[in-house]
T-cell receptor, first 114, second 113 residues
Framework: KNQVEQSPQSLIILEGKNCTLQ??????????LRWYKQDTGRGPVSLTI?????NTKSNGRYTATLDADTKQSSLHITASQLSDSASYIC?????????????FGQGTTLQVKP | GAGVSQTPSNKVTEKGKYVELRCDPI?????LYWYRQSLGQGPEFLIY????????DSGLPNDRFFAVRPEGSVSTLKIQRTERGDSAVYLC???????????FGQGTRLTVV
């Protein structure tokens, strides 16, 4: 079964600190991997998208890495802010095209404290 | 519109009733997805449309769930004989042709009492 697993399930850090979230997947064939941020009561918002050939991609203080050989990805948040408190969801697109089904991980709930 | 619009934002219904949830995707987006999200969980795939046709409906939990997209734009998710276990946030997303980006609506929170 195609799966996406994330760790840790939840995380609490102090404002200004860095953190790294992990994602392992077994989806095959693999098209692309995305990280979404979901604030409470809102729909997910895309942070980064990486295809098979991309190893790293940044979006401001967010940097995602991808190792397609080991099927692992990470999302690194630098100099965290209170507004970073949210769920971060790893999403893998199944199939050979960019329009494949999206398979979601369970998310990591991040809480940034002052 | 500027983004994916879902209506209603909240729906409370009695067990056994029929409900319809609507999704207005971004204009020109050919792909449309429905997901269901329970509290504290990641979104769970339900169905995915390319144009008017359901490219993959393997996530629909049973035959009480049905979705349509008759003109390739607006989609309606229909749930018959609702059960308390159907209570969740139903998310809709759309994606333009040959593009990796999927844009989500705010969701419809369904509560079956």
């Amino acid at each position: 079964k195609n799966q996406v697993e994330q760790s840790p399930q939840s995380l609490i850090i102090l404002e200004g600190k860095n953190c790294t979230l992990q994602c392992n997947y077994t989806v095959s064939p693999f098209s692309n991997l995305r990280w979404y941020k979901q604030d409470t009561g809102r729909g997910p918002v895309s942070l980064t998208i990486m295809t098979f050939s991309e190893n790293t991609k940044s979006n401001g203080r967010y940097t995602a890495t991808l190792d397609a050989d080991t099927k692992q990805s990470s999302l690194h948040i630098t100099a965290s802010q209170l507004s970073d408190s949210a769920s971060y969801i790893c999403v893998v697109s199944e199939g050979s095209s960019n329009t494949g089904k999206l398979i979601f991980g369970q998310g990591t709930t991040l809480q940034v404290k002052p | 519109g500027a983004g994916v619009s879902q209506t209603p934002s909240n729906k409370v219904t009695e067990k056994g009733k029929y409900v319809e949830l609507r999704c207005d995707p971004i204009s020109g987006h050919t792909a449309l997805y429905w997901y269901r999200q329970s509290l504290g969980q990641g979104p769970e795939f339900l169905i995915y449309f390319q144009g008017t046709g359901a490219a993959d409906d393997s996530g629909l939990p049973n035959d009480r769930f049905f979705a349509v997209r008759p003109e390739g734009s607006v989609s309606t998710l229909k749930i018959q004989r609702t059960e308390r276990g159907d209570s969740a946030v139903y998310l809709c997303a759309s994606s333009p042709p040959l593009n990796t980006e999927a844009f989500f609506g705010q969701g419809t929170r369904l509560t079956v009492v």
